[in-house]
């Protein structure tokens, strides 16, 4: 009888783990993968430094089969992946010129700290701590 063989692949969104927003972000994210497909990993963690992702004001990476992802292009895939209503924000984003897509992902990237005001340490949400990683 044949048998497929399992493909592992690394699917890591790289956040700002110091903004509240990026928080947000992943939790949202985590929700909608219900397949448990993707792992998270702060910026500011071993994690991010041994895939050599550096602390940009990007404010999210994300790497796909050893591909690393920057701005609008790493939210997309990442939305993608994750699966539900992400499907279908990644395809609208995918409708839009990447110029302009960069331009906004860029605009909120900058302000996110001032969009949302940090007052406190985010609880980390139930099922979390097996798919993020240091």
């Known amino acids: 009888m044949w048998q497929a063989s399992v493909v592992e692949e690394e699917l890591i969104v790289f956040f ?3 903004c ?3 928080q947000g972000v992943v939790k949202w994210l985590n929700r909608m993968d219900g397949d448990d497909r993707l792992k998270f990993a702060p910026l500011q963690g071993e994690t991010a430094r041994r895939y050599g992702i550096d602390l940009s004001d990007d404010s999210m990476a ?3 089969r050893g591909e690393t992802y920057r701005a609008s292009e790493a939210a997309r895939r990442a939305f993608w992946h994750a699966g539900g209503g992400g499907v279908f924000l990644a395809g ?3 409708s839009l010129p990447i ?7 860029q605009w909120v990237a900058k302000n996110r700290k001032r969009l949302v005001k940090n007052s406190g ?4 949400e139930e099922g ?3 798919k993020t990683l240091n």
Not at 99 to 105: G, H, K, L, P, T
Not at 121 to 124: A, D, I, N, R
Request: net charge negative; aromatic share 16%; hydrophobic share 45%.
């Open 20 to 22: 509240l927003l990026c």
């Open 92 to 94: 609208l984003l995918m």
């Open 128 to 130: 979390m701590s097996r």
């Open 99 to 105: 110029a302009y897509r960069d331009w906004a992902y």
């Open 62 to 64: 994300f790497v796909e």
């Open 16 to 18: 700002d783990g110091d």
């Open 121 to 124: 340490c985010e609880l980390p």
